[in-house]
C-alpha cells in the first residue's frame, strides 16, 4: 500500500486559503474524470540489451514513452525501435544523467512527467503508485527504498551511508522528513517543470529536484519502491564523486543562499 509524507512541503509556502482554492479545484476536475496525459522519459546510453525488459513493463497509463540516447554505441535505438514502435527517441543535449533527463523534459508533452533509468533498476510497475498522488493534489511524488513495502536489492554498503549522510543534511537544511534522497524514481506536473528550475548535468539532479521542490513549497510525497539490480552491464554512477557533486548541491540549493542560474539544455 502505498504511503504518502505528510505535506510539510506545502506549508512552507503556501497560505491555508491557497491550499484550500487548491484541493477544491483538485477535487473539481476529479470529479469530472478528466484523463490526464503521461510522459516517461528515460535516459540511456548503451542500454540495448536491457531496454526490452524495461519497455515490456510500461503499463498502459502511460501515453507517451521518450528515450533520451546519450550518443549510445550499441543497438540501444534500434532495439527501442523494435520494442516499441511509437517510441520518441531524443537526442541528448551535452554530457551527463541531468542533462540527459533536461532535454527529455523539455521535449516531453505530458500532463504528468514520469523518470526512470534503462537499466531495469527501478520497475514501469510501480508509475501507477505515483501518478496516484498527482491525481490527489501532489505536486511531486518520489520513490522511497526505505519506507514499507520498499527497499533495494543492489545498494552497496559505501551507496547506502553516503544516502544516508545526504538524507541527514537535506532533511536538516530544508526542515523536511524525507526516507529517501539519491534514488531517481520520481514523476511531477508538468505545470511544475519551470518551477524546479534545473540546471544540473550529472546525478545530482535527483537531489536539485528535491531540493528545489522543499524550497518551492511543492506538495510531496513519497512512495515505497523497491530497486532492484541493474540486469546487465555496468552503472555509470561514482559514488564517491557523484557524491561530492550532490552536497554541493544541496548547500548550494539551500534556503536563503543565492539561487543558482538555470542554464538552457545545451548551454555551455
Known amino acids: 500500500m502505498s504511503t504518502t509524507l505528510p505535506g510539510h512541503a506545502a506549508a512552507q509556502s503556501a497560505t491555508p486559503a491557497r491550499r484550500a482554492d487548491d484541493r477544491l479545484a483538485r477535487r473539481a476536475t476529479d470529479r469530472r474524470s478528466v484523463r490526464r496525459t503521461v510522459s516517461l522519459v528515460i535516459p540511456a546510453r548503451d542500454e540495448a540489451r536491457n531496454i526490452p525488459w524495461v519497455f515490456e513493463q510500461i503499463p498502459r497509463c502511460v501515453d507517451e514513452v521518450l528515450l533520451v540516447d546519450g550518443e549510445s554505441r550499441d543497438a540501444t535505438l534500434a532495439m527501442a525501435s523494435n520494442c516499441l514502435p511509437?517510441?520518441?527517441t531524443v537526442r541528448q543535449r551535452g554530457p551527463g544523467k541531468g542533462t540527459a533527463l533536461r532535454t527529455g523534459f523539455a521535449a516531453a508533452t505530458g500532463e504528468?512527467?514520469?523518470?526512470?533509468?534503462?537499466?531495469?533498476?527501478?520497475s514501469p510497475?510501480?508509475?501507477p503508485h505515483f501518478l496516484h498522488f498527482l491525481?490527489?493534489?501532489y505536486d511531486f511524488v518520489k520513490g522511497s527504498r526505505y519506507l514499507s513495502g520498499g527497499g533495494s536489492l543492489d545498494l552497496t554498503t559505501v551507496r547506502s551511508l553516503g544516502n544516508r549522510a545526504l538524507l541527514s543534511v537535506v532533511n536538516r537544511l530544508y526542515g523536511a522528513r524525507l526516507t529517501d534522497l539519491c534514488y531517481g524514481y520520481c514523476a511531477f506536473r508538468r505545470d511544475f517543470l519551470d518551477t524546479l528550475e534545473l540546471s544540473a548535468t550529472g546525478f545530482e539532479i535527483e537531489a536539485e529536484m528535491v531540493a528545489h521542490a522543499l524550497r518551492k513549497g511543492l506538495r510531496i510525497a513519497e512512495v515505497p519502491s523497491l530497486e532492484l539490480p541493474r540486469r546487465s552491464g555496468r552503472s555509470h554512477l561514482h559514488a564517491v564523486s557523484d557524491g561530492?557533486?550532490?552536497?554541493?548541491?544541496?548547500?548550494a540549493e539551500r534556503p536563503g543562499a543565492r539561487p543558482t542560474q538555470t542554464k538552457a539544455v545545451g548551454e555551455r
Not at 504528468?112 to 527501478?122: N, T, Y
Not at 561530492?244 to 548547500?251: A, K, P
Open 112 to 122: 504528468f512527467i514520469v523518470m526512470i533509468d534503462a537499466d531495469g533498476s527501478m
Open 244 to 251: 561530492r557533486r550532490v552536497l554541493r548541491t544541496l548547500i
Open 135 to 137: 491525481d490527489h493534489g
Open 86 to 88: 511509437n517510441v520518441r
Open 125 to 127: 510497475g510501480e508509475i
